[in-house]
């Protein structure tokens, strides 16, 4: 694939196309960031100074608020989803990646608590994320039980969004209380799906 020294004209327009992805990428990877630990309503310029640009930069890209954390969530859900194939071709087995993609789920799942609290559940853009959400992720989860019960390292018959549900609910108690670890209990529940053989 050629690069923009290689040719004249039309060459430098993809490359700032490219450049205005990887920022763009950057600017959802530092907001995603900023709002798990200070929140969605966290400052602009405490997004800006995470991603090393102005504050002009993200209103160019995200005219409000709303804007900026639709964005967070479809970039985090395209995360997850890609996640998925390209741990189950690299883990060294079905079932490592299972539980690999599951940790990215969660993580996402802490991120997106936040973000549901600015979308509201009534609005039709949150209706139109959900579906988004479970068209990118439930055939992922689905790939990835079917591979790890091919394998005859997890009981067959868990449904995608079975999973996908009892993990989303052992992740929604509350943030404050230091006795609860929602990961802890993920990992009983995936323990719970295991053949014998594989624990």
């Given at each position: 694939m050629p690069t923009a020294g290689h040719q004249s004209g039309k060459a430098p327009t993809p490359g700032k196309r490219a450049d205005a992805v990887r920022n763009q990428q950057?600017?959802?990877?530092?907001?995603?960031?900023?709002?798990?630990?200070?929140?969605?309503?966290?400052?602009?310029?405490?997004?800006?100074?995470?991603?090393?640009?102005?504050?002009?930069?993200?209103?160019?890209?995200?005219?409000?608020?709303?804007?900026?954390?639709?964005?967070?969530?479809?970039?985090q859900v395209e995360a997850c989803a890609e996640?998925?194939?390209s741990l189950l071709?690299?883990?060294?087995?079905?079932?490592?990646?299972?539980?690999?993609?599951?940790?990215?789920?969660?993580?996402?799942?802490?991120?997106?608590?936040?973000?549901?609290?600015?979308?509201?559940?009534?609005?039709?853009?949150?209706?139109?994320?959900?579906?988004?959400?479970?068209d990118r992720l439930l055939p992922v989860a689905e790939q990835l039980l079917d591979a790890a019960a091919a394998a005859g390292?997890?009981?067959?018959?868990?449904?995608p969004y079975e999973l996908m549900r009892g993990i989303g609910n052992l992740c929604i108690a509350p943030d404050s209380d230091p006795r609860y670890d929602?990961?802890?209990?993920v990992a009983l529940l995936l323990q719970g799906l295991q053949q014998p053989q594989a624990s």
């Open positions: 950057k600017l959802l990877a530092a907001a995603a960031e900023v709002f798990v630990t200070s929140g969605v309503d966290a400052p602009i310029r405490e997004i800006a100074a995470k991603a090393g640009v102005g504050m002009g930069t993200i209103y160019r890209h995200f005219p409000t608020r709303a804007d900026l954390v639709v964005a967070v969530f479809r970039h996640a998925g194939p071709a690299r883990a060294e087995s079905p079932l490592s990646a299972l539980r690999q993609w599951i940790d990215v789920f969660v993580d996402f799942l802490v991120t997106k608590h936040g973000l549901a609290n600015t979308v509201q559940p009534d609005s039709s853009g949150f209706a139109a994320l959900h579906t988004y959400f479970l390292e997890i009981r067959p018959g868990t449904r929602p990961r802890r209990l």
